[in-house]
């Protein structure tokens, strides 16, 4: 079985490592899709991650993790995936917006950001965008942070939080696997029991090839 990891907006494929090697461990093979915001342009970034899933297509089964943006990342390039290319067995979703972010919509207006983010920052600001990318027709689990501080919850009008984002703005509208856990959104891919139950539901539910 093949397992393609995706991070989020301003981190790198290091981020995946503790879950990879936990699937390494079990025979699977492992690789990263990495980006950076502030030089490519979304369309790009999102058309090199499609052909990328169509060479993972070709070599067999395969699944796919994404982090925050990542997980955005693959909803759109599963979008534009032939039909007659095999799809993934499983998408799991680590703090991964479904909707428009508050902080990038109050962050759009902060020069720094947009420099940083280009348009993948618009597109996180976007209701419209966000909810035209529409719901994925694989299997999925996301995992929500739920750790945030007294500053984020003041942000966040006393919503669940996980510091970057709420779990409104994470929880999928559509039927799947929801799981929550007591971190932060940057150390939920590395978090040890997000590693061990992610890896303990991918070897329950995908067949190893």
């Given amino acids: 079985m093949q397992v ?12 995946g490592s503790a879950l990879l090697r936990r699937l390494r461990a079990e ?4 690789s990263n899709f990495g980006y ?6 979304l ?3 999102v058309d090199r991650l499609a052909s990328n899933l169509r060479r993972l297509a070709r070599r067999g089964d395969y699944v796919l993790v994404g982090h ?12 534009r995936l032939p039909s007659d290319v095999r799809q993934p067995c499983q998408l799991v979703l680590l703090a991964s917006p479904v909707r428009d972010s508050r902080l990038a919509r109050w962050s759009r207006s902060q020069r720094l950001y947009r420099m940083f983010s280009s348009d993948s920052g618009a597109l996180l600001a976007s209701a419209a965008k966000m909810k035209a990318i529409g ?6 689990l996301s995992i929500i942070g ?8 003041q942000a966040f009008a006393g919503q669940v939080n996980d510091g970057v984002l709420s779990r409104a703005e994470v929880m999928p509208w559509w039927s799947c696997d929801v799981v929550e856990v007591e971190d932060g959104h940057l150390g939920l891919p590395s978090n040890a029991q997000v590693v061990e139950l992610v890896a303990e539901h991918l070897l329950a539910v995908c067949e190893p090839s």
């Fill in 36 to 41: 950076l915001a502030a030089l490519e342009r």
């Fill in 135 to 140: 719901a994925p027709t694989v299997p999925t």
């Fill in 146 to 153: 739920t750790r945030g501080d007294s500053r984020t919850r």
């Fill in 27 to 30: 025979g699977w093979r492992t």
């Fill in 68 to 79: 925050s943006l990542g997980g955005v990342l693959l909803r759109m390039a599963l979008n």
């Fill in 43 to 45: 369309d790009g970034i």
């Fill in 4 to 15: 393609l990891f995706v991070h989020g907006l301003g981190r790198s494929p290091l981020c």
